[in-house]
């Protein structure tokens, strides 16, 4: 008989009832004392969460209980952090509209609203007609989040989504312009995003199917109920994922299909009510690509011919199959393409070099090329991608760890820049007062790791400092050296915030994360102890002072290093964590698993890759030894990192660990991957995590 889950006094730690569950692959034998914890119908508490089997309700609300009876004498600090954090939000911000024929578009916020505002401007300014109140649309609901909104060509309608169960099913609706009214129409079940046909009239979507993964594209017609959408592609490979954008110049629906390794992109013209989806080039494995078309013409970005750190190539629209292919900007090793934007007379790509981007133009007529870049240590900068084609001018932001961020419109054609947007913090802010700087921490292998640092400007180094390390080092994702005004809540009680840029993550080009993936995962971990040694050795800070923070696949670090170096650590906080790596992995009707392969190996049928995640995946090496205090937040309808991976690895935590902790977890009983729903409730998330921070480290009583 199973023993039943019993809440404990508020002053005692849960304990998970051992109920093991056996099994064995490739002749080693896997005993999981928590499976139960898994509810064997998780596909529909995703959907409905009441459904979830009482004894792990149970035991999540107790580990909730016993997590607010450690960190509940923090109350009055959570407060004040989300005071302070709130501060810094201009309530009522609004986005600079984008201009797209008639109108410019834009989201804004009203004061005190916890949701977007979208609306629209007449092109050269005026007042703006809202057509979407996100703060009415959930006032009826616990969990509220749009997915995406997209006006008509003709500007007559906006197709717009959300998700109210924080499980990434979206629905989608159409509401007129001029009446502000719904149409019968509701296509559900979706991935949230929509490209509308040229003549408005129809609309092409993503499908999820029951284990939410993204496999089919559908067109639905105006007017007509979603049993008689039309299917028009349909991918195979259950380890791909497929989504929809429109194309630079808007004339096609892009099909962009792929893994973490290989891709494959089809076009639908959008002006052909008949058009069926035309391949651009077949996939080959380990070759990835992404289409930009301009005339009887496509840009493509690729890593293909061994060009890691990716290069451009064009390709005529009518034959664009490899052997089609053309140089237009070559592979340069260390100098890693990230985008590519086109426009009718430029083109314009996104680079990393050295770990800092940099924007280069290119005039399609001359061939000439200027860059933007800028002077600051650490920065961060991206383009902003708008509606229009034929157009010179190009939005971009920039910001660092001590700039607030800053949009600017820069023609291309004239090389004029006017600044569009600052970041206003209301309760004010003083770059002058902060201090952005980077090290290069050298790992175990000699790789020198980049570290992002931001203290104020009169900390003393002289190793006392206390020091939150940040990273995340999975898909090639970099970290940015962005501004963050939570930050500051923390920095301005004497901490120093940092950032590794681990392998894993694209920071130095796409080489450096191929030595972050698969069999290389460690490097990954290693990297980020390496640079937490770095910074107590430069004295920024000391061991036991410093809190680690990550989540999902940064969760994954955090598991990672609390098992490897956990000596360094004060706390770590792990949130949405993805730590039960080997099964997951060997789970093949969970969301992410068979996508997830390429990037992590497929333990299903490789013993190679099955030992090799078993020796790393944090929740198989939980061991007889002391663990730091730990806090792992995960969310009751995330359909990327399930509920009972951060519940699992808690619960064999507190069994095996001789000492130190205590270890706690936090569930959202309401939300999913991203956490509670609302620029305002996400605070509340965020100074649960800095008052952890502040509490490991001895300073929850004095920084009030």
Not at 235 to 264: L, N, P, Q, Y
Not at 384 to 395: C, S, V
Not at 459 to 487: E, I, N, Q, V
Not at 494 to 518: E, M, N, P, Q, S
Request: overall charge negative; aromatic content about 10%; glycine content about 10%.
């Amino acid at each position: 008989m199973n023993q039943p889950v019993r809440k404990p006094s508020v002053s005692t730690a849960p304990v998970a009832p051992r109920r093991p569950n056996s099994f064995s692959r490739h002749g080693i034998t896997i005993t999981d004392d928590y499976a139960w914890l898994k509810d064997a119908r998780w596909q529909e508490v995703l959907r409905d969460p009441s459904v979830l089997d009482p004894d792990i309700r149970n035991f999540l609300e107790a580990e909730n209980d016993y997590t607010e009876s450690i960190l509940g004498h923090t109350a009055d600090l959570q407060k004040t952090l989300v005071a302070e954090m709130r501060g810094r939000i201009k309530e009522d911000d609004s986005s600079v509209p984008s201009p797209d024929g008639p109108f410019a578009y834009l989201h804004k916020y009203r004061e005190g609203g916890q949701h977007e505002l979208i609306g629209r401007t007449p092109r050269d300014g005026g007042e703006a007609g809202i057509i979407l109140d996100g703060d009415a649309l959930a006032a009826a609901h616990e969990y509220f989040k749009f997915g995406g909104a997209r006006h008509s060509p003709d500007h007559r309608l906006e197709a717009w989504s959300a998700d109210v169960k924080g499980s990434e099913y979206f629905a989608i609706r159409v509401r007129g312009w001029t009446d502000g009214i719904d149409r019968p129409d509701l296509v559900e079940g979706t991935d949230g995003g929509v490209v509308w046909s040229a003549d408005s009239e129809s609309f092409f979507y993503v499908k999820l199917d029951d284990n939410h993964r993204p496999m089919q594209v559908w067109r639905h017609r105006l007017g007509t109920a979603q049993t008689e959408d039309l299917l028009v592609y349909q991918e195979k490979d259950a380890g791909w994922f497929t989504h929809i954008h429109e194309s630079a110049s808007g004339r096609f629906c892009v099909i962009a299909g792929g893994d973490h390794e290989t891709s494959e992109q089809w076009l639908i013209d959008l002006a052909d009510g008949s058009a069926t989806p035309r391949l651009v080039a077949a996939r080959e494995t380990g070759v990835r690509y992404s289409v930009a078309d301009r005339g009887d013409g496509l840009f493509i970005l690729t890593n293909a011919d061994g060009a890691i750190d990716f290069k451009i190539v064009t390709a005529p629209l009518a034959s664009p199959a490899r052997g089609n292919w053309r140089d237009l900007i070559p592979h340069r090793e260390g100098i890693y393409i990230i985008d590519l934007e086109l426009y009718a007379r430029h083109m314009v790509r996104l680079e990393r070099a050295n770990a800092l981007p940099s924007i280069v133009i290119r005039d399609l007529a001359t061939g000439d090329e200027h860059a933007i870049a800028f002077d600051e240590a650490a920065y961060s900068l991206g383009t902003i991608g708008g509606y229009e084609f034929d157009t010179t001018n190009l939005r971009f932001s920039y910001s660092s760890m001590t700039t607030p961020s800053e949009v600017w419109d820069y023609d291309m054609a004239t090389r004029q820049r006017r600044l569009r947007k600052r970041q206003e913090i209301p309760s004010g802010h003083d770059p002058a007062n902060y201090v952005t700087t980077r090290i290069m921490a050298p790992s175990h292998d000699g790789a020198l790791v980049p570290v992002s640092i931001l203290h104020a400007r009169d900390l003393k180094c002289d190793g006392t400092a206390p020091l939150l390390l940040y990273g995340y080092g999975a898909y090639g994702h970099a970290m940015p050296a962005a501004f963050s005004s939570h930050r500051l809540s923390l920095v301005d009680r004497g901490f120093v915030y940092a950032i590794a840029h681990v392998r894993g993550g694209a920071d130095k080009g796409w080489g450096w994360y191929l030595d972050g993936k698969r069999e290389n995962k460690t490097n990954t971990f290693d990297d980020f102890a390496a640079a937490g040694n770095a910074l107590i050795e430069a004295k920024y800070t000391a061991a036991k002072r410093v809190v680690g923070h990550g989540g999902s696949a940064g969760g994954m670090l955090m598991g990672a290093v609390a098992n490897r170096a956990g000596e360094l650590f004060a706390g770590i906080v792990a949130e949405v964590p993805f730590v039960d790596v080997l099964n997951t992995m060997l789970d093949d009707t969970l969301p992410l698993t068979p996508p997830e392969w390429p990037e992590w190996g497929n333990p299903v049928e490789s013993e190679k890759d099955f030992r090799t995640i078993l020796s790393y995946s944090p929740y198989d090496n939980v061991a007889a030894k002391q663990y730091p205090a730990i806090l792992a937040m995960g969310g009751l309808t995330d359909p990327r990192v399930t509920y009972w991976e951060p519940a699992k690895w808690i619960a064999r935590l507190r069994a095996t660990m001789t000492g130190g902790g205590p270890v706690l977890l936090r569930t959202n009983m309401g939300a999913g991957h991203g956490g509670a729903s609302g620029r305002f409730n996400r605070l509340d998330e965020v100074a649960i995590v800095y008052a952890f921070a502040l509490w490991a480290v001895g300073l929850a009583e004095t920084t009030m």
